[in-house]
């Protein structure tokens, strides 16, 4: 082989493999490239030009217009992807046709473009509780565009982090509400809702920590209801979170401790999918109406609230019912100090009285043990210093018995004998 020749193979080796790693990167985070006849500026001849529409078939009009700036500002448009990538059928002019009932049939026709380049979350709407509401037939069920826009789609992620950027947190609560408004509002007036809508305060949940993204679960059913104690307790037993509210970290330990936690804990376990009447947190907290504890109006710190609650699933509870409630704090000399001092009564006369009753038994059984063994020595010790004597006492009887019998006895005489 020249080295010519070895030069030209290592050559397009090279090219080989530079070609196989740039199609291997994904198309997410790869810079598209402009095709001939197919750039953005060629679809904005006449996409640009306002008025341009199109008419369904229940006669409304569909407006065909998109805002080059708005397109520009988006995440798509930003990375420089160009309109036929998701639009792959419309690569020339004139477009083929395309006929929708209604702007609802459109929406749903286009959206399996976004699988092309999103198929992992594309593929967890699958099993979404939105995905099953589209195949029992409801069309308004939620698609990709109803969340997450069409030509004005948003960064969404900090590439850096990886986390939510602050305002994609805030507007999530606004992009529910476009078809969850009842819901919305009673969010906005709930602790969670006032401290993001309000104070902008980031710690706070939205709708995603608890219901999920893109592979919502249906809150109705009963594996939803038995697991939304651990939703709960993602937040309130983060020790760093709950230090800055002076809020315990001991609400699943406190809850699962007593008698509606240890059987919702179970039942999660061992039959996820059974239905249970017993207290998860939103019975006593609430759902998206959630108040603080110490709120008069409805915080079940006090006693009237709490007990309001407790009547929900104990409707003959007395006045004095939910005393017995400690609510998430452990006991301590500052958080019911009666109870503290009795536990650290029992926790030390439970031990000693248990201890010096074994101590007792142990005792008991040594001395049965030492009186035993005593009793077997002192026969073994006998029955070696008496041995010999008793043979030869045994021996010298039978011998004896052996050389003069008795006589034997005579039979009683008879009258007629006499």
Not at 114 to 125: A, D, K
Not at 208 to 215: A, L, T
Not at 221 to 239: E, I, Q
Not at 243 to 264: C, Q, R
Request: overall charge negative; some cysteine.
């Amino acid at each position: 082989m020249t080295r010519r020749s070895y030069r030209l193979i290592l050559f397009s080796a090279a090219v080989f493999a530079t070609l196989a790693l740039t199609i291997s990167v994904s198309r997410v985070d790869a810079t598209p490239l402009t095709q001939a006849g197919t750039s953005n500026d060629s679809c904005l001849e006449c996409h640009a030009v306002p008025g341009i529409s199109l008419v369904l078939e229940n006669g409304e009009i569909f407006s065909l217009y998109v805002d080059p700036e708005v397109f520009n500002q988006s995440v798509h448009g930003s990375k420089g992807y160009i309109c036929v990538q998701c639009h792959t059928n419309l690569d020339g002019y004139p477009h083929p046709e395309f006929e929708a009932n209604d702007r609802r049939d459109l929406a749903l026709a286009l959206v399996d473009a976004c699988f092309s380049c999103h198929s992992g979350q594309y593929e967890r709407t699958l099993d979404s509780a939105h995905q099953r509401a589209l195949d029992e037939g409801n069309r308004e069920a939620a698609i990709c565009t109803d969340c997450h826009g069409a030509h004005d789609t948003q960064q969404l992620i900090d590439p850096g982090t990886g986390e939510l950027l602050p305002n994609a947190r805030l507007n999530i609560p606004i992009t529910c509400a476009k078809c969850h408004n009842a819901i919305y509002e009673k969010y906005l007036t709930s602790v969670h809702g006032v401290a993001l809508t309000n104070e902008g305060n980031l710690d706070v949940p939205t709708c995603i920590n608890c219901h999920g993204v893109h592979n919502i679960e249906d809150p109705t059913t009963a594996r939803f209801r038995l697991l939304s104690p651990s939703l709960c307790s993602d937040c309130h037993t983060n020790p760093d979170l709950m230090s800055k509210y002076g809020l315990s970290t001991e609400v699943l330990n406190t809850y699962v401790a007593d008698f509606h936690g240890t059987t919702v804990e179970i039942f999660s376990k061992v039959s996820p999918d059974a239905p249970t009447n017993k207290a998860v947190c939103y019975d006593c907290h609430g759902i998206h109406d959630i108040q603080s504890v110490t709120d008069p109006t409805g915080g079940i710190e006090f006693r009237e609230n709490l007990l309001a609650r407790c009547q929900v699933c104990h409707p003959d509870a007395s006045s004095n019912f939910s005393d017995a409630w400690l609510s998430h704090y452990i006991p301590s000399p500052d958080n019911n100090p009666v109870v503290y001092y009795v536990n650290v009564f029992y926790r030390i006369f439970i031990p000693s009285l248990l201890g010096g009753m074994g101590i007792l038994v142990l005792l008991d059984i040594s001395w049965q043990v030492r009186k035993r063994r005593q009793a077997k020595v002192g026969q073994e010790e006998s029955r070696d210093q008496h041995g010999g004597d008793g043979v030869e006492v045994v021996l010298s009887s039978t011998h004896s018995m052996a050389a003069d019998p008795e006589p034997a006895e005579a039979p009683p005489t008879t009258e007629d004998e006499t």
